[in-house]
Structures are given as C-alpha cells and as structure tokens.
C-alpha cells in the first residue's frame, strides 16, 4: 500500500530532530580566590607602605587606589559571571523555544485530520482491485454453471493437481525409457553400430508408440464422453484408429527386428513388404515377444492419457479456470486484509511513539526551567560570594594600614562594602506553563487516543467491506 499516514510519520520524525538532549549543568560560577588576589595584589605590603606615610588621611572620604583596584577586580569578575549568565540563559531560551509546543501540536491536530483519509484511501484502493477479481471470478463461475448445465454434468470434474500430475507425467517419461531400453536390447542385434544404434532405433519407435497413444487419448478419443452423438462418433472413430495405429507401429516393431538382423540396406523397405503380404509373419519368439511389450506400453500411455484430464472434454479446463480464479481473488483478499492490519498496527505504533516523545519533551521543558531557576540563585549566591570576598580583601589592606599607620584610620575603613547586585530578567513572553502543556499533552493523547480507535473501526469496517464483496454474487460458488 505504500507509506501510509505520512503527516503522522513526519510528526514523529519532528518530535525526533528536535529534541535537544538536554543535560542540566550549573558549574557556571567559580568562587573568588580570596588568597590568591591577596598575593598578586600584595595588600598587607602596600597596606604597611601607605599606613607608614599615613594614607589615606584621616579626613579622606573617599576610597583610595588600592580599594579602587579591589573593588574593580570584584566588579569585573561579577560583569563576566553576568555574562556568562545571559549566554546560558539564552541557550536556555532557545531550547525552550525549539521544544515548540505549539507547532507540535498544531501538527498533531493535522495528522489526526489525514490519518483517517489515508487509511479509507487505503480501503477504497483495496476494494477497487477485489471488484475486479470478484467479477473476473463471477463470470468464471456463470461459465461454469452454463458449462455444466449445457453438457448435463452434475459430477465434479476430475482434475489432477500437484504430486498426482508430476506422478503420471513421471510414469509417461518411465515408459518411454523402459520401452526404450528394452526395445533397444532387441534391436541391437542387426544394428551396425550395436546396442547403442539399437537404442536410437527404439527411442524413435518408442517415442512414435507412446506419443501417438497419448495425443490420441488426450485430444481424439476422450470425445467418446460427450453428449453429442456426432463427437460420440468421433471419439470410437479415434479409438479404433488407436487400436489398428498401435497394432500396425507394434507388428512393424517386430517385423524389422527379424528383417534388421538379415539385411545389412534396405530393411524398411522389406518391412513394408512383409506387411503388406503377410502381417503376422514374424517366427521368432522375440519378435513376438517384442511386440507385446510395444503393444503393452502403448495401452498403459493410451490410459495415462485420458485420465491426464477430465474425460469430458473441455470440463477440465473450465474447472482449472474457475479454480485460478478464486485462488486469485482469495488470496489477494487474505493479503489485503493482512495489509490493513499492518497499516492499523502501523499507525499504532506511531501514536505510543508520539506519545513517549511528548512526555519526554514535557519532561525536558521542565528540566530547562528547573535548571533556569537555579541558575537565577546560583548567580545571586555567587554576588554574595563576591561581596564577602571584595571585603575579605579591603580588609586584609585596612588592617595592615592600621597597624603600620600613627594617625587614625578614615572612618570608611570601619564600614562594609555592598555590592551593588544585578538583577537579571526572563522574559516569560510566549512561554508555555507547566500546567498548560501538561493540559495540552493530555488533551493530544486523548485526541491520539481516539484517532487509534477510528483506525480500529475503519480496519474492521474495510475488512467487512472486503468480505461483503461475496454477497454480491450469492448465487456463485462459495469461496
């Protein structure tokens, strides 16, 4: 039948190339090397060197260079954090966005639309083919119902079909050689060339003695059988031809062995003499003896024959043809209801793997937002980090200033810094809930669901059509 439900094969291969295989990673934000800094900075040294010339003054308000270098060291590692957070989350936003939801399910609504279509289409293609068989068969039948009733036939005809066909065709060929075999021992005797001219000799008579047999029996003497006295006439004609044809090739069989075996050229034309003047002339025992098998074998061909076909002529061949016929019509509805049940299951098959491919795209969605989420704290936690770690290091500097200063600190030494955090945004524009596409997938299966129910029905429904096909012609032989 071809591909079927080819909108629905297209929506698995969608549901297919578009998952992401996604794997949830946070490894996104390192901690801050509080020590590490300290030492590429040196801040307990530059902080003994200002406190020793007294910098900042007490009176500074503002920061000086050194917490300027830390904070901006702090300041830049948070913009590359947000960086790397905007990279991740617009990944993240492009998965969500190839999940698609609404295309998927606008697609499905559409397979469901076909799959129906496709699978009558399927039903109507299968029924035009079995009307055609179906007639083909009825008018196979009407022939022979008026063969029957013409020729007044109320037996079934005697058709031979496998093993018993092979087995008489092997028995004609097993005559043939048997004959020719011991034909040829005979006729080797006056043979220049031996027994194996002996043998060609009695393959000609052989094939010459049963051929003749078998054609007469199958197509001239079977006419015996028929209602017509004129062919009734015909056929005893043939019989007799049969008798006088088997017994004239058999004698002459004979005739030649005795005169091949005296004659070096010649003997044919002796053989019709002697025929002629005196047919039962042969004195050998052999002869005789030659002409018997002959004889023999060519009844057993002559019976072979007959029984080859149905001994009224013509009523096998309208039997063979009414009997081709319903195997053909048959047989390509038993595969044609095999088909719809492939395409049935076919399509059932689609629908489950359609099925776990939403579930399983629901399932990444969830994973996306989840791993979104954690994302968002994972970055706010990594802000507090960082705002520890800046004042980590203010105070390793502070503090050696302190110790090495002779005036009093700043008063801005005293106070902690606050990082001013980053509040990332996701726009949730367009973006599908959990609720709704768990409401949406429920609703697709359902719909899915029901599709494979009218698949079911459309099965069954075809495979009656197919069936009812018989009713059109009750009178017809049963099938």
């Not at 998952?19 to 390192?30: I, P, V």
């Not at 006295?229 to 008798?243: E, P």
């Not at 795209?361 to 960082?386: C, P, Y």
Request: glycine residues 8%.
């Amino acid at each position: 039948m071809g591909s079927k439900f080819e909108k629905l094969t297209k929506l698995r291969e969608s549901l297919r190339e578009t998952n992401h295989d996604f794997r949830a990673s946070t490894q996104l934000f390192s901690s801050l090397d509080v020590a590490k800094i300290d030492r590429d900075m040196d801040l307990a040294g530059r902080g003994r060197e200002r406190g020793e010339a007294n910098q900042p003054p007490k009176s500074a308000k503002n920061l000086d260079d050194v917490e300027h270098a830390i904070i901006e060291r702090v300041e830049d590692e948070k913009k590359a954090s947000y960086h790397t957070l905007e990279d991740s989350l617009q990944l993240l936003g492009g998965r969500l966005a190839g999940l698609d939801f609404e295309e998927q399910f606008g697609l499905i609504r559409q397979a469901n639309a076909a799959s129906v279509s496709d699978f009558k289409a399927s039903v109507a293609v299968g029924l035009d083919e079995l009307h055609g068989l179906r007639r083909a068969l009825n008018d196979a039948e009407k022939e022979h119902v008026w063969f029957k009733e013409k020729h007044g036939l109320i037996r079934a005809a005697r058709v031979q079909h496998g093993a018993a066909h092979i087995f008489r065709l092997s028995l004609l060929l097993f005559l043939f050689l048997i004959e020719t075999a011991m034909n040829g021992n005979f006729l080797a005797k006056g043979n220049e060339q031996g027994f194996f001219g002996g043998i060609l000799e009695a393959a000609a008579f052989s094939f010459i003695n049963i051929g003749a047999a078998l054609l007469l029996a199958v197509f001239c003497a079977r006419l015996v059988t028929h209602r017509s006295l004129f062919v009734k006439l015909v056929g005893a004609i043939s019989i007799l031809f049969y008798v006088a044809l088997a017994v004239t090739i058999n004698l002459a069989l004979a005739h030649y062995r005795e005169v091949s075996g005296s004659l070096a050229d010649g003997a044919g034309t002796e053989v019709i003499h002697n025929m002629l003047a005196n047919p039962a002339g042969p004195m050998d025992v052999k002869s005789w003896l030659l002409f018997a098998i002959g004889l023999m074998f060519s009844i057993f061909a002559f019976i072979d024959g007959w029984f080859v076909f149905d001994p009224y002529p013509g009523y096998a061949g309208v039997e063979n043809r009414l009997v081709a016929k319903r195997e053909d019509y048959i047989d390509r509805k038993k595969e044609l209801i095999e088909e719809l049940r492939d395409v049935r299951d076919d399509h059932s098959e689609k629908v489950e793997e359609i099925v776990k491919e939403l579930g399983s795209r629901r399932r990444e969605h969830r994973a996306i937002i989840d791993h979104r989420s954690r994302l968002l704290a994972l970055f706010g936690q990594h802000q507090d980090q960082l705002e520890r770690a800046c004042n980590q290091l203010l105070s390793k500097y502070r503090e050696a200033n302190i110790q090495a200063r002779t005036e009093p600190a700043p008063k801005h030494f005293g106070a902690p810094y606050k990082l001013d955090r980053i509040k990332p945004y996701v726009s949730g524009d367009g973006e599908w809930s959990e609720s709704d596409i768990g409401a949406s997938i429920r609703e697709a299966q359902d719909e899915l669901n029901g599709q494979v129910r009218l698949i079911g029905q459309e099965c069954e429904r075809g495979i009656e059509q197919y069936r009812d096909l018989d009713k059109l012609h009750p009178d017809g032989v049963n099938v």
